[in-house]
């Protein structure tokens, strides 16, 4: 098998507490980088860039020739789904992605699960490049987008202040909204199950919109759908660890964890860290969640937010990550200096 136990990101999703916390950053390619600007300036647009192989393995592995993180992260987009599924999708410069918003139950008849694997080929040629390119110590990540948030997406046409149209389509008419997110849920397993079939040894389900939702609706909405990915993936590879990032999920973070299985939780920024070791690390590996602002501001205050986190979750299984992603304003000499803090052994005074 590609994939052993001795990787320090699969050895810590396993619930193994290592002195050194493996990690990877959300968002570790992107404009930050001087490398990735040149490319990205090569390819027509965004979504070609995703579908290349020879440039998406690229840039994957650019952060990691730098940084030698412990996890190497897929470089595409959660907004590859709907692509996949025949929803039109263009990202503007400066501006986000933008679709042709889905408005009622009518209009998702045409959205074929079936497709998903045959029209995202292309990704899974960038993660068989990525494997073989990869050492013996990082490992390889792949990723989806959680249907509850791959469907704001789809419903509002792009970014929202107040999710307005998607929360109320799925309050009102709840059969025709669950018929999506069912697609979606198909849709997911199919991808998933792909990627690890190319390569993958660990995939985290983006859920960046978890925390709008009140509760029953975070039950139905963002818990549901997730435990059904993630038993459909457990089922088939027992052996590959899920990471879950139920962004804003606040005071329901214990909830999902349980009744979903995922093997490790991603900690937004505003997760108290006490709060973590106390009542989420008895019950999956931790993974978080440095102030992506702190990486901008560097010195002093990057080394103490380091080392504060380290102390309080360094004790139980952890990976060392920011609390959502890497900001295209960041200083890559302060991922260099974030680097050289998580190689230190952890003071014990
Ligand atoms: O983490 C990585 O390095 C892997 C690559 C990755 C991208 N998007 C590349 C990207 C991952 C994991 C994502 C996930 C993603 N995409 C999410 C969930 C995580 C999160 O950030 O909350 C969401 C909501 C999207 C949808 C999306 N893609 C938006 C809203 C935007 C525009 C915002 C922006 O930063 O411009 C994108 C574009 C995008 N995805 C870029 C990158 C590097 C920037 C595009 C460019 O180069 O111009």
């Known amino acids: 098998m590609a994939s052993g136990p001795e990787k320090p990101l699969l050895r810590a999703l396993a619930g193994e507490r290592l002195s050194r916390p493996p990690w990877w950053l959300m968002r570790q390619a992107g ?84 497709q998903i694997v045959p029209r995202l080929e292309p990704v ?40 307005r149209q998607v929360k109320g389509w799925a309050y009102r008419d709840v059969e025709g909204f669950d018929a999506l997110i069912g697609i979606l849920v198909e849709s997911t397993i199919k991808f998933l199950t792909a990627q690890i079939e190319a390569g993958a040894e660990v995939v985290q389900l983006f859920d960046t919109w978890a925390g709008v939702l009140p509760e029953a609706a975070f039950g139905r909405l963002v818990i549901e759908p997730t435990r059904s990915i993630v038993a459909a993936l457990k089922q088939r590879f027992p052996g590959h660890p899920i990471i879950g990032f139920p962004r804003g999920a606040g005071l329901l973070y214990e909830r999902y964890i349980t009744e979903t299985g995922v093997d490790g939780i991603g900690l937004d920024t505003m997760v108290p860290a006490g709060y973590a070791r106390e009542r989420l690390q008895p019950l999956a590996t931790v993974q978080g969640n440095l102030d992506p602002i702190l990486l901008i501001t560097g010195g002093s205050l990057l080394e103490t937010g380091v080392r504060d986190l380290r102390q309080l979750l360094g004790d139980g299984p952890f990976v060392f990550n920011l609390g959502h992603g890497v900001l295209p304003e960041t200083p890559p000499e302060n991922v260099q200096a974030l680097a050289r803090l998580l190689a230190e052994p952890i003071a014990t005074t």
Request: net charge negative; with cysteine.
């Open 124 to 163: 899974f040629e960038t993660i068989c490049r990525v494997a073989e390119s990869l050492g013996t110590q990082t490992a390889l990540i792949g990723f989806a987008g959680a249907p509850w948030t791959v469907a704001t997406y789809m419903v509002e046409g792009g970014s929202s202040r107040d999710f």
């Open 31 to 114: 404009r930050y980088l001087p490398e990735y600007r040149a490319i990205r300036s090569k390819a027509k647009d965004f979504v070609e860039l995703c579908l290349t192989p020879a440039l998406a393995a690229e840039v994957t592995l650019q952060p990691v020739r730098r940084y030698r993180m412990d996890g190497a992260i897929l470089f595409s987009d959660i907004l590859l789904v709907p692509h996949a599924l025949g929803q039109k999708l263009t990202f503007r410069e400066g501006e986000g992605p933008l679709l042709e918003p889905i408005a009622n139950s009518s209009s998702i008849a045409g959205l074929d699960p079936g």
